[in-house]
């Protein structure tokens, strides 16, 4: 056969390519909704979520980005960006700025967001400082269960724990019943002592409420707090300057009583630990469903970002997330209110 020939059988996409140019990205993955009818109804009445508009709510959002924000490195597929619409009740201009938000918190805390991955955290996983609970509760929210006593601050900084919890919120927030349905918190604040508290001040405190609140797409729908000591006081009176009022309406305070813990979360959904009887609080299943995501969270977390990115995310930066706001003044005041809860 001639090379004239062959010239002719070549691909007309791969011939019309200058040396230059690059092909096209591949097509994104076809959005497939895997919510029960349920799902659906709540989602409709709750969320705004119209699964006729559906798809058309994404390109909406998707549109404002490519626009707005031309040079942000971010997933524009339907499900990425559907999360940021389902946590801002399909309002566009407040699902855009979550996730401007999201992407913000991420490049300007490196200490937390650097190397993000589950085997960069198997210490804090293996101590049991959190894990998923296997029931959801009767609302058909999981469970994300925090025990602080678990961490031994002399084995890593308290950024470590924090580290953990994001990792198993973007995984959580994976499943769109968990988008639609939200979370819950247990903390369990057995044996927290005053030394232990104290590395939880202002300018942490600051940074993880703002993303929870502000630079993140979940809906938490309630904190069990359990076992509080008194030093909890000093340790909410850090945290609740910077809440929102219908975050802070969210927060039960329990103490000792199981019995009113058990109104909100049944007996039947906690471990014995709890005064459950759903046997004893297990760990390692949660541990192993995040360690076998490495791979996603190694192409998510891993890359190098484009500079011009990163100098877009500081100039976007929500307020009270800067990272330049821990001062000696701080840290007094921090201990003074810790110190005045005995």
């Known amino acids: 056969m001639?090379?004239?020939?062959?010239?002719?059988?070549?691909?007309p996409s791969v011939a019309s390519l200058s040396e230059n140019e690059l092909p096209p990205p591949p097509e994104p993955p076809v959005y497939v909704c895997s919510l029960t009818e349920e799902l659906v109804a709540k989602a409709r009445v709750e969320l705004q979520e119209k699964p006729e508009w559906r798809l058309r709510d994404v390109q909406a959002l998707r549109d404002m980005v490519r626009k707005e924000y031309p040079n942000l490195t971010t997933s524009l597929e339907d499900a990425f960006l559907l999360r940021f619409l389902r946590a801002r009740k399909f309002d566009y201009d407040r699902a855009l700025q979550l996730l401007i938000n999201y992407h913000s918190c991420r490049r300007s805390w490196p200490e937390v967001f650097t190397n993000l991955r589950p085997s960069a955290l198997k210490e804090v996983l293996d101590s049991g400082f959190l894990t998923v609970l296997p029931h959801t509760d009767p609302r058909g929210c999981h469970i994300l269960c925090i025990r602080p006593d678990r961490w031994i601050p002399s084995h890593y900084p308290i950024t470590e724990n924090i580290r953990a919890i994001y990792l198993t919120l973007e995984k959580?927030?994976?499943?769109?019943?968990?988008?639609?349905?939200?979370i819950v918190i247990l903390a369990d604040y057995r044996g927290v002592s005053l030394s232990k508290a104290s590395h939880f001040g202002p300018f942490i405190a600051k940074k993880v409420i703002g993303i929870l609140q502000d630079g993140f797409p979940i809906r938490i729908k309630a904190v069990h707090v359990v076992n509080e000591p008194r030093i909890f006081k000093g340790i909410f009176a850090i945290i609740k300057p910077f809440l929102k009022e219908k975050i802070a309406n969210r927060f039960f305070l329990h103490g000792s009583n199981l019995n009113s813990l058990h109104a909100n979360l049944p007996r039947s959904i906690l471990p014995k630990e709890y005064g459950g009887t759903a046997g004893e609080l297990d760990i390692d299943t949660w541990n192993t469903i995040l360690l076998a995501s490495e791979e996603d969270f190694v192409r998510e977390f891993c890359q190098p970002v484009p500079a011009c990115d990163s100098i877009l995310a500081q100039a976007l930066l929500p307020e009270g997330l800067t990272s330049d706001v821990q001062c000696d003044d701080s840290m007094r005041a921090v201990k003074s209110q810790l110190y005045s809860c005995y």
């Open 2 to 11: 001639s090379e004239e020939s062959d010239s002719l059988r070549t691909s």
């Open 172 to 182: 959580l927030i994976q499943a769109e019943e968990t988008q639609v349905n939200g």
